[in-house]
């Protein structure tokens, strides 16, 4: 199984809370790959309905004012669901992010469960011998760009760099067994 031989999504969100039953995504980012090329992108703010803390502020660069004239959730589901349809969601430390748009579309009444796909744990599997994998770690060890860390769509960027970058530093076969190990079916 190989990675580009389906639809792929990477995701990002920014959110005002740990916890996806308490918190709201306040950003989301989905960048669709098929076939080895990127062929949609989504990258929007979202208004929780509620203010933001001043940790989420200083975290992400998002402020009240950012999101106060951005949509609500419910106005941005159809395209994001569009851009997920038939694809691996793919995210670091994927439990997170599905987990909020989970419970945002379980809000509305609809259902989401793709594939998923968890970066953090293809990292581990294949670079055994790093200490830590978090998204900071895996962009000064490998030397990816972006314009700013803690905002959805860099973030979700990072991720598409490094399956490229890894995509060039393994044996297909290799790979492939990782990512066959780290694949999450859907229910």
């Known amino acids: 199984m190989h990675i580009f031989s ?3 999504v990477f995701v990002d969100i920014e959110t005002n809370d740990l916890s996806a ?30 203010p933001l803390r001043q940790f989420t502020t200083n975290l992400t660069g998002i402020t009240n004012r950012d999101v106060e004239k951005a949509p609500a959730f419910t106005h941005i589901s159809d395209e994001l669901h569009q851009i ?3 694809a691996i969601f793919v995210a670091h430390n994927v439990h997170f992010d599905y987990s909020f748009l989970r ?10 469960d793709p594939q998923r796909f968890c ?11 790093c200490r830590t994998h978090k998204l900071a770690d895996l962009i000064e ?3 990816f760009s972006y314009s700013a860390r803690h905002r959805a769509y860099d973030d979700a960027h990072i991720l598409w760099q490094f399956i490229q970058h890894v995509s060039t530093q393994f044996e297909r076969t290799i790979l ?12």
């Open 103 to 112: 419970e945002e579309y379980r809000r509305l009444g609809v259902h989401l």
């Open 141 to 143: 060890r490998h030397g």
């Open 119 to 129: 970066t953090v744990k293809l990292s581990r599997a294949l670079y055994p011998e």
């Open 176 to 187: 492939d067994a990782a990512i066959a190990k780290q694949l999450v079916r859907s229910t």
């Open 84 to 86: 997920l349809d038939g």
């Open 21 to 50: 039953v308490n918190g709201r995504v306040i950003e989301v980012a989905a960048i669709r790959v098929e076939n080895g090329a990127i062929t949609k992108e989504f990258n929007q703010l979202v208004n929780p309905g509620r």
């Open 6 to 8: 389906e639809p792929v």
